[in-house]
């Protein structure tokens, strides 16, 4: 008998180890499905982008379908100007991502190119140097009504042409739609004459004096456009891999520079208390029922005695009555041979 006991011991451990590289198994194979997947929506590498300051944000808190530090963002590749749609496009055009008008791209620090923290922020306009001009043309402003937005030409005349300019102010603006922004190319031009983007933080129109960024962004140092948002779990990189600026100095903080919205901490500790405590509260289940089967047998006896009170008060679906006629005595029929009535 002892013999047969540490041989069915030893039997149930084998069964485990094997449920356990199984599931281990399937494990791998659904991340490396997912990874698949997001490489042939993004066509970039790595994937996604970690959000490490306030600069996108709208307020104070965040908000699902806008960039908030601790966000995960998918990047897509771009391969041409076509590829990025400009504020002022799809102000014109009502096309909006994020929360305002445009794409939101990312793209390498004009200032450090060989930074490893990419910027995210919004194109506003794409300009091209006009060397003839000595200003820049922004045809995309064509596409707006001239009540939207005012211009100077490079001898700084107003202007209603968005060619040659080297200043030009978006009415309206914002992602209130409360502001006046002014663009002044003459302190761009002095950092790079060439064509590209004017890009601007959502949140930094709101908080910043300059408001828009000094510089343009040319095509070939966008990584790619913003698509999709997996909110706070960022978080988590940002703490355990702090960098010299930005989120996060410790885990909660608030600070404007160095924290995150308090609603987005308060979200990933939920979030992580069902991702792990799920699991372990179903293991611990799992693990008291197979030490008293008693209990799992009344449970289970219970819950089928629910079903059938459930489904007695509901009646039983057509495919059910259907399979219950076909499975009942049919009757003898009246026109079989021999049950034929006989005529007077």
């Given at each position: 008998m ?61 908000s ?46 004009p ?96 908080t ?11 095509l ?6 913003a ?79 629910f ?10 679906s057509?495919?059910e ?24």
């Open positions: 002892a013999l047969e006991s540490e041989t069915d011991d030893e039997e149930k451990r084998r069964q485990e180890w094997r449920r356990l590289g199984r599931d281990l198994l399937i494990v791998a194979i659904l991340f490396g499905i997912l990874l698949g997947g997001l490489f042939s929506y993004t066509r970039t590498w790595p994937p996604m982008v970690v959000i490490d300051s306030s600069s996108m944000q709208h307020g104070v808190e965040s699902i379908g806008v960039i908030d530090t601790g966000d995960l963002i998918l990047v897509q590749a771009v391969s041409s100007r076509a590829d990025i749609t400009t504020y002022v496009e799809g102000r014109a055009t009502a096309y909006a991502t994020y929360g305002d008008f445009g794409d939101v791209i990312v793209f390498r620090d200032d450090e190119p060989e930074s490893p923290v990419p910027i995210i922020h919004r194109p506003i306009a794409f300009v091209h140097w006009n060397a003839s001009a000595g200003g820049y043309d922004v045809p995309d402003l064509a596409l707006l009504p001239s009540t939207d937005w005012s211009a100077l030409d490079a001898a700084g005349r107003p202007t209603t042409n968005p060619f040659g300019l080297s200043a030009f102010v978006l009415h309206r603006a914002g992602w209130k739609q409360d502001l006046s922004i002014a663009f002044d190319l003459n302190r761009i031009l002095v950092r790079a004459s060439e064509d590209g983007f004017l890009t601007m933080g959502d949140n930094n129109a709101y910043t004096l300059t408001k828009s960024d000094l510089w343009v962004v040319p070939p140092t966008i990584l790619g456009r698509r999709g948002e997996i909110p706070w779990f960022g978080l988590l990189k940002l703490t355990l891999f702090p960098q010299q600026s930005g989120c996060c100095e410790a885990w909660g903080s608030t600070d404007p520079v160095r924290g995150a919205p308090a609603n987005s901490w308060a979200a990933l500790d939920v979030s992580l208390v069902l991702l792990f405590g799920t699991p372990i509260l179903l293991a611990t289940i799992d693990f008291y029922l197979d030490r008293h089967p008693d209990v799992r047998r009344r449970l289970r006896s219970r819950w089928d005695r079903r059938r009170r459930i489904r007695s008060e509901k009646g039983p057509p495919e009555a259907l399979r219950e006629r076909d499975e009942s005595p049919g009757e003898a029929k009246t026109n079989e041979p021999g049950n034929e009535k006989e005529g007077t």
